[in-house]
């Protein structure tokens, strides 16, 4: 297993959309409230963290082909 950042693997909200796995990691640096949107298809090449702009994603929800998710202002 490759670790996502500085040893914190505290991945929640696994959610699949087609061959690929969304899920909710905190921040380097920041509290268990500050999450970053990842995707993976499993393997270490094809999982990064997405630009969203979020540090406060929240409830990732599948619906079709497609991903929504929730963020705090």
């Known amino acids: 297993m490759t ?3 500085d040893g914190n693997d505290n991945i929640t ?7 690929v796995v969304y899920f909710l990691s905190p921040t380097a640096g920041g509290g268990a409230t500050d999450l970053k949107l990842w995707r993976s298809d499993g393997t270490a090449i094809s999982t990064f963290e997405l630009d969203a702009g ?3 994603a929240r409830n990732l929800t599948q619906v079709g082909n497609a991903l929504y998710y929730s963020d705090r202002d």
């Not at 909200?13 to 061959?19: F, H, S």
């Open 54 to 56: 979020s540090v406060s």
């Open 13 to 19: 909200n696994l959610t699949a959309v087609g061959g």
């Open 3 to 5: 670790s996502l950042r």
